[in-house]
C-alpha cells in the first residue's frame, strides 16, 4: 500500500533554475492537491485536480504549473525557481470531495532555493 | 474566499489536562472537516473526520465537534500525554481543502 508517493524528498535549487516535483498515488483517487506550508504555517493550497485533464488554481499558484494526463500522476513544476519558493511542498488525493471522503498526504519535499 | 482560523497558535499544558483546540471557518457550505496532526519534519495525519451532517466524531481520547452554521468546530484532548505534543491543523472541505494554520501543543510530563 504505497499511498501518496512524492519524490524528492529534499532538494536544493539555485534561483532561475526549473525543477519538477512528482507525486503519485495508487488508489485511484480523482481528486489531487499540491500544497505549500511555510515554517510554522499553515497549508496553503496551490493547485488542484478534480481528474485527469482537469486542473485549476488555488490560493498561491503564482510561479508553478500543474498537469494531469493520467489519474495516477500530478506532477508540480517550478519553471524558475525564486527564494520565496522554498518551503515544503506536500502532494495530497482523495477519492472525492463528498462528505466522507478523507484526503490522504504524501510525507512532503523539502526544497531550497539559494 | 473560505478563511480559516485556528486559537490558540501556541499550547502549553502539563501532562494529564484536558483541552480544547478551537478552529472557525467563514463559509458553512462545507462537506467535511478534518483535523489533522503534524509531527516536526512530517507529513499530516488525519485523526478525525466530521461530515458536514454530523455533530460529532469520537476516537480514543479525542472528540472533534462540528458546529456548521456558527462555523465552528473544537477537538477536545483527554487526559493529554507528552506523545500528545505536536502541530493540530484542521481543514474545511469544499471542492478544494483550505487549512488553518495550527495549533502548536506542547504536554510537559
Known amino acids: 500500500n504505497a499511498g501518496v508517493t512524492q519524490t524528492p524528498k529534499f532538494r536544493i535549487l539555485k534561483i532561475g533554475q526549473s525543477m519538477t516535483l512528482q507525486c503519485t498515488q495508487d488508489m485511484n483517487h480523482n481528486y489531487m492537491y499540491w500544497y505549500r506550508q511555510d515554517p510554522g504555517m499553515g497549508l496553503k493550497l496551490i493547485y488542484y485536480?478534480?481528474?485527469?485533464?482537469?486542473?485549476d488554481k488555488g490560493e498561491v499558484p503564482n510561479g508553478y504549473n500543474v498537469s494531469r494526463s493520467t489519474t495516477e500522476d500530478f506532477p508540480l513544476r517550478l519553471e524558475l525557481a525564486a527564494p520565496s519558493q522554498t518551503s515544503v511542498y506536500f502532494c495530497?488525493?482523495?477519492?472525492?470531495?463528498?462528505?466522507?471522503?478523507?484526503?490522504?498526504f504524501g510525507e512532503g519535499s523539502w526544497l531550497t532555493v539559494v | 474566499k473560505q478563511e480559516v482560523t485556528q486559537i490558540p497558535a501556541a499550547l502549553s499544558v502539563p501532562e494529564g489536562e484536558n483541552l480544547v483546540l478551537n478552529c472557525s471557518f467563514t463559509?458553512?457550505?462545507?462537506?467535511?472537516l478534518q483535523w489533522f496532526r503534524q509531527d516536526p519534519g512530517k507529513g499530516l495525519t488525519s485523526l478525525l473526520l466530521?461530515?458536514?451532517?454530523?455533530r460529532e466524531q469520537t476516537s480514543g481520547r479525542l472528540n472533534a465537534s462540528l458546529d456548521k452554521s456558527s462555523g465552528r468546530s473544537t477537538l477536545y484532548i483527554a487526559a493529554s500525554q507528552p506523545g500528545d505534543s505536536a502541530t493540530y491543523l484542521c481543514a474545511v472541505r469544499q471542492n478544494d481543502m483550505r487549512f488553518g494554520a495550527g495549533t502548536r501543543l506542547t504536554v510537559k510530563p
Open positions: 466530521i461530515q458536514s451532517s454530523q
Open positions: 495530497a488525493s482523495s477519492y472525492g470531495r463528498d462528505t466522507g471522503n478523507t484526503i490522504y
Open positions: 463559509d458553512s457550505a462545507i462537506y467535511n
Open positions: 485536480s478534480v481528474g485527469a485533464g482537469i486542473t
